[in-house]
């Protein structure tokens, strides 16, 4: 359990995304440099990285991160720096990518916890009723 202000929270997502055209131009120090980038992102936002891997065309990032902070716009903030700061330190992949997107506009993401979405049901079913729904 991680707390804030005003929140305990236990929030996970399963973020995956992919380069624009699947192109498998994740490796070697593009590979590096973008971990590193996810990895400052995170650190910067509280967000605490549980594991990340890379593959030569597409990201698997698990990560968790407090509540205030959507999934769509962990993906937006991940998605949209690390292409700025790829491009700047790799010219020739803004070429490569015929001078578009670094990242696919798609990508997947779940939600994980301590829990199942079994167990929160039976906890709900099994409170008392409360007499100002009835």
């Given at each position: 359990?991680?707390?804030?202000?005003?929140?305990?929270?236990?929030?996970?997502?399963?973020?995956?995304?992919?380069?624009?055209?699947?192109?498998?131009?994740?490796?070697?120090?593009v590979a590096t440099f973008?971990?590193?980038?996810?990895?400052?992102?995170?650190?910067?936002?509280?967000?605490?990285?549980?594991?990340?891997?890379?593959m030569s065309d597409h990201?698997?990032?698990?990560?968790?991160?407090?509540?205030?902070?959507?999934?769509?716009?962990?993906?937006?903030?991940?998605?949209?720096?690390?292409?700025?700061?790829?491009?700047?330190?790799?010219?020739?992949?803004?070429?490569?990518?015929?001078?578009?997107?670094?990242?696919?506009?798609?990508?997947?993401?779940?939600?994980?916890?301590?829990?199942?979405?079994?167990?929160?049901?039976?906890?709900?079913?099994?409170?008392?009723?409360?007499?100002?729904?009835?």
């Amino acid at each position: 359990m991680k707390k804030s202000s005003s929140a305990v929270y236990n929030i996970n997502y399963h973020l995956v995304w992919c380069p624009k055209y699947r192109e498998g131009i994740l490796q070697g120090e593009v590979a590096t440099f973008v971990s590193q980038c996810i990895e400052t992102i995170a650190a910067t936002k509280s967000w605490e990285i549980i594991e990340l891997r890379i593959m030569s065309d597409h990201i698997h990032l698990f990560i968790s991160c407090p509540p205030f902070d959507s999934p769509t716009s962990i993906i937006k903030i991940l998605k949209g720096t690390t292409a700025l700061r790829v491009f700047k330190r790799f010219p020739e992949l803004h070429q490569r990518l015929r001078k578009g997107n670094l990242w696919s506009p798609s990508y997947y993401v779940g939600t994980a916890g301590h829990v199942s979405a079994q167990t929160i049901q039976r906890y709900i079913q099994e409170q008392g009723s409360d007499s100002s729904t009835e």
